[in-house]
């Protein structure tokens, strides 16, 4: 569950490097070949020398600019970048390290990530969990309810919740959980990307 930037910004800091010194060899060149025309040239071409002179100070002023907006730009970019990772990071942290059970798995509930309370609810590491039907751990009594509330879930946008008894890795007996998922679209799209599941364990206190 991660960010990644669709560029690497040290390319638009070089670019813009590379345009300020293109730029100041190209001036270099321009004047010395102005400098040398001037000198062979009748002085009757002088103003009109001048005139070239004042229009190439012009383009090299804007080449200038564009080169401080593109700093100005990648610097923004940056800082932009910065700022989404430091998101990314802390809504990652905050589903690790959630006390509750929380799994997003496909339209099929094939895990695509579990945080450190899934885990530690269905005895499994993360590598282990990923790409693992959900049903693995539903007691098979329960797998048929299980793949029909799926089913059900997967067309609605509102939280669907019902119990289930699930059945760790290596456990003695079966865990009565409740399950509380909501499928994820993107934006401006009807087509479901993954399902969002909240897993809490039902003690006796929570059955009365």
């Keep these: 569950m991660s960010t990644k930037p669709t560029a690497d910004l040290t390319e638009f800091a070089e670019f813009a490097d590379a345009v300020q010194g293109r730029r100041l060899r190209s001036e ?14 009748p002085a009757e071409v002088g103003p ?22 593109l700093r100005v730009q990648n610097e923004a970019l940056f800082s932009a970048r910065f700022e989404l990772e430091e998101s990314s990071a802390l809504f990652r942290e905050l589903f690790e390290l959630a006390p509750t059970a929380y799994v997003v798995t496909d339209t099929d509930a094939r895990v695509l990530y579990a945080n450190d309370a899934a885990c530690a609810l269905l ?21 048929s309810g299980f793949r029909a509330a799926v089913v059900r879930a997967r067309e609605t946008n509102a939280v ?6 699930l059945f760790p890795r290596g456990a003695s007996r079966t865990l009565e959980c409740r399950m509380r998922v ?15 599941w909240n897993i809490t364990e039902e003690t006796d206190e929570d059955l009365f």
Excluded at 54 to 66: I, V
Excluded at 182 to 196: C, E, H, I, M, N
Aim: proline share 5%; with cysteine.
């Design 28 to 41: 270099r060149i321009v004047r010395h070949a102005l400098e040398r025309v001037g000198s062979r040239l």
């Design 48 to 69: 009109e020398l001048m005139d070239v002179s004042r229009e190439l100070d012009g383009t090299f002023r804007t080449l200038d600019s564009a080169a401080e907006e």
């Design 123 to 143: 005895r499994c590491p993360k590598n282990a969990l990923v790409k693992k039907p959900l049903a693995c751990f539903v007691s098979l009594e329960d797998r």
């Design 160 to 165: 669907s919740t019902w119990p289930v008894g």
């Design 182 to 196: 909501r499928p994820v679209a993107a934006s401006g799209s009807q087509l479901r990307l993954a399902l969002y």
